[in-house]
């Protein structure tokens, strides 16, 4: 028997499994939220549904869930994402369009493009936010991770202008448009890369204890909230999973990446004391339970750091030798050395 879940457009509190009868009434309640059942690849507006379509009283037809109230909607701007290893994007504005970026992540920029400095995420700048909206914005950028500038790119010419983004090690750039999930997505911090104006960068606490402090990302996560372009960043290789209603996932802490916001994430313990002790993968493992999909990344920055810091010299000292069986001695004898 179909099992349907419902969450409302602001609000990750899930409702389920109702069973068809029992979502035909909750539809007819709550025309305006979004549901899902398996089959479904992500959440769904309930007056998209033909199974909801009398009840709802709507038109048979699929229509993205509407940005969140008080954000007008993002610049609809091309991209195209250039590399393998260390990737970069390139996005093509139109006249007027804009492009918000971490600052320090431009590579390179067309004359016509026009750069400026916003306090915050940018999203008030030309409608009228105050003061107040501008140091909230920023406040959450900061304890996310990032900084309390964001650059905005703006197309001040003519015909087409383009502008890129680098990433900031080696990794997988992701383009995600916000409107095909939800209009909300949980990073990790630090992710976010640039994105069409409009869209808004803010906080995701987690509720649970054990969880903000073993989970890999602590307590604060990002929350990418619109319904256009964003371009994440994650190390090394991605991997999607789509977890239907009820499935869980046990991922290294710190290789969850994103997911949506239908997707519980907790923790739990590795296994017995000797594979706590002697395992490698640390105490805990977070789980991630569906429905909704979850992005995976295979190299965490704090893996990579913990590998270079490991390998640094010591003290200032020159870093050791690879494959030398004369060790010392040979370090000597190479012709290297400073003394």
């Not at 202008?161 to 911090?189: N, S, W």
């Not at 640039?194 to 307590?219: H, M, N, P, Y």
């Not at 750091?305 to 010299?313: H, I, Q, T």
Request: aromatic letters at 8%; glycine letters at 16%.
């Amino acid at each position: 028997m179909t099992q349907w879940y419902f969450v409302s457009a602001g609000n990750s509190q899930r409702v389920g499994p109702l069973d068809p009868e029992a979502a035909q009434t909750y539809a007819r309640q709550h025309p305006d939220h979004l549901c899902w059942r398996e089959g479904l690849s992500g959440w769904q507006a309930v007056k998209s549904q033909p199974e909801f379509a009398e009840a709802s009283g709507a038109a048979q037809m699929h229509t993205p869930p509407p940005p969140p109230s008080g954000r007008s909607r993002s610049d609809d701007i091309d991209y195209r994402i250039v590399g393998n290893d260390m990737q970069f994007v390139e996005v093509e504005l139109d006249p007027g369009e804009s492009a918000i970026a971490e600052a320090g992540a431009m590579m390179y920029k067309d004359a016509a493009i026009q750069m400026d400095t916003v306090f915050g995420d940018g999203r008030h700048t030309g409608q009228g936010g105050g003061l107040m909206d501008k140091i909230f914005s920023a406040g959450k950028r900061v304890l996310t991770g990032e900084s309390l500038f964001t650059t905005m790119f703006t197309h001040t010419g003519s015909g087409k202008a383009r502008v890129a983004f680098a990433a900031p090690y080696p990794g997988t750039v992701m383009a995600m448009k916000l409107d095909e999930h939800g209009g909300r997505l949980i990073c990790q911090k630090d992710s976010f890369l640039a994105g069409a104006r409009g869209v808004s960068v803010g906080i995701f606490l987690q509720r649970k204890i054990l969880t903000g402090l073993f989970g890999g990302e602590g307590f604060i996560m990002q929350k990418l909230e619109g319904d256009g372009w964003v371009f994440v960043h994650a190390g090394g290789t991605v991997i999607e999973r789509e977890l239907r209603a009820g499935e869980r996932l046990d991922v290294d802490t710190g290789c969850v990446m994103a997911f949506h916001d239908s997707v519980s994430m907790d923790v739990r313990p590795v296994g017995g004391i000797k594979s706590m002790l002697f395992g490698g993968e640390g105490v805990f493992l977070a789980t991630l339970t569906g429905p909704g999909k979850v992005w995976l990344q295979s190299l965490p920055f704090s893996r990579m750091a913990g590998r270079m810091l490991a390998a640094a010299p010591q003290g200032g000292g020159q870093a050791r030798g690879e494959g030398s069986v004369l060790g010392g001695l040979g370090r000597i004898l190479d012709g290297d050395n400073s003394f």
